[in-house]
């Protein structure tokens, strides 16, 4: 168990757990060095990919956004949140409550600033990142990366989504639909030969903000596969805009 006194001089990925009913979540919590409770910090909540699933409260920090804070700590300085979605399901549902259980508590232990809570995500994380923007209120930012919007006829849901996503993707032009509900800027990124996701997903969400006139940015990286994320991350521009960016 990792005790938090005062003031951290290295980073640190904190263990916690939130219970949400019957079950016990699991997650990991990223420090910045020096970090201390004097001050109101950014937030960020961070959603891993398909192959981080599971209950070990490991993988999530073995792609994406954690190897990135172990090399460029020093240009995130914020509090980082890494919740793990369960095998055989997705970013919605009960996984979207319990991440946002502990996006909550982790901005209440640690003196989150509720002006500056991000969010980010990699592949099912990107997707998960484009319909937690939903939430009007809680984001100040978005950075989804090669992120899903329009679900595949031949990729169906593991497990019923929710209502309102269901109304989303059973819209007949899901980005405008998702769109109109996304207030919070957002930067975009993905590789143009990406054959997981494909590129145009990304490509038609932009669009549908930039139509409804909404605050967008887009990144597209030439002769990039799916793993677009390590340059994301490694991007210095990224987080000096992402902590620019502050709820209204």
């Known amino acids: 168990m990792v005790l938090f006194i005062g003031c951290a001089q290295q980073p640190h990925f904190l263990e916690r757990s939130v219970t949400l009913g019957e079950h ?3 997650y990991r919590v990223w420090l910045p060095a020096h970090y201390t409770k004097l001050h109101h910090w950014p937030v960020i909540l961070f959603l891993h990919g398909s192959g981080e699933r599971g209950d ?3 993988r999530p920090l073995s792609n994406g956004l954690a190897p990135a804070l172990q090399r ?12 793990q979605c369960r095998d055989g399901q997705e970013w ?3 996984m979207e409550l319990q991440a946002l259980a502990a996006l909550e508590q982790t901005i209440r232990e640690f003196h989150g600033d509720r002006r500056r809570i991000y969010v980010t995500g990699i592949s099912m ?3 998960g990142t484009w319909y937690m923007a939903r939430h009007r209120r809680l984001f100040a930012a978005a950075v989804p990366i090669c992120g899903e919007v329009a679900r595949d006829p031949a990729d169906p849901f593991p497990i019923e989504p929710p209502p309102d996503i269901a109304r989303i993707v059973g819209a007949p032009d899901p980005y405008i639909t998702l769109a109109a509900l996304i207030s919070a800027p957002a930067w975009v990124f993905h590789g143009t030969i990406d054959d997981q996701v494909p590129v145009t997903q990304s490509r038609r969400m932009v669009a549908a903000l930039r139509r ?4 967008v940015h887009y990144t597209e990286y ?12 490694a991007d210095p521009d990224l987080p000096r805009w992402l902590f620019q960016q502050r709820s209204r």
Do not use: Q
Not at 212 to 215: E, I
């Open 125 to 127: 994380g990107g997707s």
């Open 24 to 26: 016990r979540y699991r």
């Open 72 to 83: 460029f700590g020093d240009r995130y300085r914020a509090v980082v949140v890494f919740p």
């Open 92 to 94: 919605y549902g009960e």
């Open 222 to 233: 030439p002769g990039v596969g799916h793993d677009s994320w390590d340059l994301v991350y």
């Open 56 to 58: 070990d409260n490991v």
């Open 212 to 215: 409804m006139g909404k605050r």
